[in-house]
């Protein structure tokens, strides 16, 4: 008996899978490989695979994290050989590790998501202008629509960390996991900003976040 | 956006920004495990496949499959996908300019070498004619200059194509595994000699199968007859399928595609046989599938092995026109969970007689959890049923019925079928009593310990004259008796709390019968309807027969003449060039047993029928042995 715990990164067009399809590819993609996946017990038994926070539909990641349970010892790098022929071109295994003594669940632990969000060009003083007007703000209600209707949510206790790196591209440390997500996009259109459109989102961390802002990764 | 760009360029790029504003952008991906992407410079030939529906229904076509590996796992040719986009995508390539495009390079459709279709049924037909305009390729085949690629089309619809002879270019009759490799091997050759689409439709008459309508010329008389049918040139005066002789070396989708999305048959599709010789009289399929070929057993084992390893997949579905007849049926589903069960993989049957012996097999693979059992008696009396050759007695239903509930079964699907040949009030009245007996039979049979309801839905279809079978001179009930049909009976069951009561759409089934039955002339229908904005017909929220009726209106042509005449015996048929290798002699032999009610046996007693099939082909039955 093993966990792993593997990070992975989505690439190219895959960035548009659900969080439900990277699930679902995941577990075909272990049964092609053959990995000595363990089962949950009861009637209706389930691979023990646990994602770690969805990534949202059209984001592109270098930083995904996942746990699988073994019935058998597995080393982190058979692992890594083993499953990464068994999945489509544009999800790439980054890194494994056993896990040894008892650790908390991904979805329990991570709290904090960077990404670089890409742009269409625009002055960079401007845009960085307008990034510091919302960092000066307490309060920043935006209203979130979803299937189920509009609910208003305040942004700006969940936006960490926001700079501007170039004129067409914006850094961003947020929020995410159990005590709520902001998204990315919300915080870019929260700028107000007239004709900006997002060309590509891609996450490039995933952390757990102390009070004290000190980031290690999961 | 109409800048001219370099010939083989992805458009990658383009599409990948207005995927985020589409609904389940994952659909069009590609890019699936098991998918293929060759090098497109260094081709000879490039065939785009186009599924007249969506990706979902697309991805769940087992020729699809067969013929995509078929095609790329040879060097030099290739094979990419496309399928019909969603309404909104549809509307943003419009608006963005942008053309259909393959699923796996994300090519314009346009600068394939070829393109082909496959025609599944009529009612998706609207959708060739939109893709083809998506593709921003002209619809009519005489308005495609040389240059452009030849638009062809196979699968069951080919065997009527007249309909769509204003807009395909090559059809290809019956199992296309060979003829496409010989059609893509031609390509090259008349390519390589300096000619252009006309050469090779020409040389491409010589390959079985192969119906090139440009070549043939109809007549008709001033009631809208056929009176003649010419072969112009070269031609075949009458056009013979193609047949796959043994199935056991033909190639097989064992490196199957693995799709991201939930499509409609979601599992590992194996192929057990082709063909069904039943007979019944108005099944289409069963003419054209023609003869009965299966698999061996250690076939079919060394497929399971590759399919599972390569897929992931944790069921089996064991695929023909009636499974329960593959005649090695129950060692084959021991052989298969001896091997997989251990490793949670099931074995599952779509498709299910309606005797005991079904309801064993399916107890067999369904030991644990019982999903609901499909049974299709399609005729309520057994003077109908005798017509239609179903074979199969109230005994038969009733004993099945009993067998399933007993062993824990609680929800059962029915099949029937109204409007067919020689259909009368008593036949209905004897569809609704042999629902109340198989409900009390059912009620009987339930054990106390079972705790769910018993819950059974009845589907009642309207029939639908097909070519090529011994129904196919015999018109379509009009749309006031079918409705009146359907309303007898739906009042005869509404005091059944637990049957759910459900018809097609007549609407649907009547514009389906005419194209079923269809000649040429249809074509300028085809044309209007889609003009009017006809598409996805056989999606009930976009089905317009508002539109259709406006099209045939707009065109001058009665659409109840094509569905509810009878055809005379002599009559020429729009199809008479069209040969599945059954004699249209036999044809009418049926018809006149059909009226007396007489039985046909199935051949694979050991009698021949005289359908004439294996003579013309040069095939035979093949049938599994014992332990092999």
Known sequence: MSVIRFSFAIEGRLRFLSHLDLQKMFNMAIQRAALPIAYSQGFNPHPQLALGPAHAVGVASVAEYADMELIKDFSPEGFLKTLQPALPQGIRLLSARALTEKTPALMASINCAVYVVKVNGLEKTILEAKVAELLAQTELLWQRKSPKGIKTVDLRPGIFEMKVLAANSLFLELRIGNTGNIKPDEVIRALNIENLAIEIIERTGLYIRDEQGNKREP | MTTKKEWGTSLAPLIESILPLVEQPAQYLGGEYNSQKKDWHSLKARVAFLFPDTYEIGMSHLGLRILYQVVNERDGFAMERSFVPKPDLENLLREKGLPLFTWESYLDVQEFDIIAFTLQYEMSY???????????????????????????????????????????????????????????????????????????????????????????????????????????????????????????????????????????????????????????????????????????????????????????????????????????????????????????????????????FSVALAEKVQKVRKSGLTFAPEAGSQRLRDIINKGLTEEDILKAVGAAFQQGWTSLKLYFMIGLPEETQEDLAGMADLIEKILSVAKRAKPKWVKKPIAISVSVATFVPKPHTPFQWQGQNSREQVQKKQQYLRERLRPLRQVKFSCHDMNLSFIEAVFSRGDRRLGKVLLEAWRLGCKMDAWSEHFRYDLWLKAFANCGLDPVWYSERNIDELAMLPWEHISSGVDKKWFWQEWQKAQKGELTEDCRSGKCTGCGVCQKLDVGIDLAKEGL
């Open chain 2, 126 to 356: 609207t959708n060739i004619l939109n893709m083809l305009d998506l593709a921003g390729l002209p619809l009519l085949a005489k308005e495609r200059g040389d240059d452009m690629p030849p638009v062809i089309a196979g699968g069951l619809g080919a065997f009527n194509p007249e309909p769509l002879t204003d807009f395909v270019d090559l059809f290809c009759l019956g199992e296309s595994e060979n003829q496409l490799i010989e059609l893509l091997a031609l390509w090259v050759k008349v390519k390589e000699a300096g000619g252009g689409k006309s050469a090779w439709l020409k040389e491409a008459m010589q390959i079985q199968g192969v119906y090139v309508p440009s070549f043939y010329r109809v007549s008709y008389d001033c009631v809208g007859n056929i009176v003649a049918i010419e072969a112009k040139d070269a031609a075949p005066a009458v056009i013979e399928k193609a047949v796959i002789k043994d199935l056991d070396s033909a190639p097989y989708p064992t490196c199957s595609m693995v799709p991201f999305t939930k499509v409609v048959h979601d599992r590992i599709t194996l192929e057990v046989m082709r063909g069904c010789s039943r007979g019944c009289r108005f099944c289409q399929a069963g003419i054209l599938y023609r003869p009965v070929r299966e698999k061996k057993i250690s076939t079919l084992v060394g497929q399971t092995r590759k399919l599972t390893k390569n897929t992931g997949y944790d069921e089996i579905g064991l695929i023909s026109l009636s499974t329960a007849d593959y005649s090695q049926v129950g060692p084959l589903i021991d052989r298969l969970l001896d091997e997989h069960s251990q490793n949670g993989v099931g074995v599952s049957l779509p498709s299910l007689r309606v005797d005991a």
